[in-house]
């Protein structure tokens, strides 16, 4: 079974400063990752996902992320954050046929301070 | 633009009354997860079909809630009796599952529960 850790559950940070959301995942197989982020009153939206191939993937909203097989992580990141970044941010890990299931982490919600 | 498609968006009910929650996934998608999310706990997974079969429904309270697939456009999970502990936000995503790209899910916009 696949598990994911978010440690931090607040992030506080000044507009147009930079960021980072952390995860930690743990299997015992491959896996893909992903980051999910959650407005108010909303759903949730696919911002990047890892599948294979380079470690480093771009999202929308400017948003990348870093695959580390050896620190089993897969960090977010955004050089200069907006008001408009204000939400939930979800990591998940699914696995292949049998192992498919998306399971989430607890969440982080970013805030960003004029 | 395809989109997943909860019905209804908000739901206030007294405790021990029925409650249905619909789903129309993605056309063409393969995957549907049901998740309930609380302050408390989170996101939790409830249940998940592929090419609609239950594969795994361990998240759910067997005794109250059961979650189908009658056909491939339309999911329910439904809640019976309902009780105040059941008040959350319902969410059902689909997605398409395939080898060795695991399954990203598309949410739709939930359904929230008030169990009064």
């Known amino acids: 079974a696949q598990s994911v850790t978010q440690l931090d559950s607040q992030v506080p940070v000044f507009e147009e400063a930079p960021v980072e959301l952390r995860c930690n995942y743990s299997s015992s197989v491959s896996v893909y990752l992903f980051w999910y982020v959650q407005y108010p009153n909303q759903g949730l939206q696919l911002l990047l996902k890892?599948?294979?191939?380079?470690?480093l993937v771009k999202g929308i909203n400017g948003f990348e992320a870093e695959f580390n097989k050896s620190q089993t992580s897969f960090h977010l990141r955004k050089p200069s954050v907006h008001i408009s970044d204000t939400a939930e941010y979800f990591c998940?890990?699914?696995?292949?046929?049998?192992?498919?299931?998306?399971?989430f982490g607890t969440g982080t919600r970013l805030t960003i301070i004029p | 633009d395809a989109r997943v498609t909860q019905t209804p968006r908000h739901k206030v009910t007294e405790m021990g009354q029925e409650v249905t929650m619909r789903c129309q996934p993605i056309?063409?998608?393969?995957?549907v997860f049901w998740y309930r999310q609380t302050m408390m706990q989170g996101l939790e997974l409830l249940a998940y079909?592929?090419?609609?079969?239950?594969?795994?429904d361990s998240g759910m309270p067997k005794d109250r809630f059961s979650a189908e697939m009658p056909d491939a456009t339309l999911a329910t999970l439904k809640i019976q009796p309902s009780e105040p502990r059941d008040s959350a936000v319902y969410f059902c995503?689909?997605?398409?599952?395939?080898?060795?790209?695991?399954?990203?899910?598309?949410f739709g916009q939930g359904t929230r529960l008030t169990v009064v």
């Open positions: 998940a890990v699914s696995a292949n046929f049998g192992n498919e299931k998306l399971t």
């Open positions: 995503a689909s997605g398409l599952t395939r080898d060795r790209a695991g399954t990203e899910a598309f």
């Open positions: 890892y599948l294979s191939g380079s470690t």
């Open positions: 056309l063409g998608h393969n995957t």
């Open positions: 079909f592929r090419n609609r079969a239950p594969l795994d």
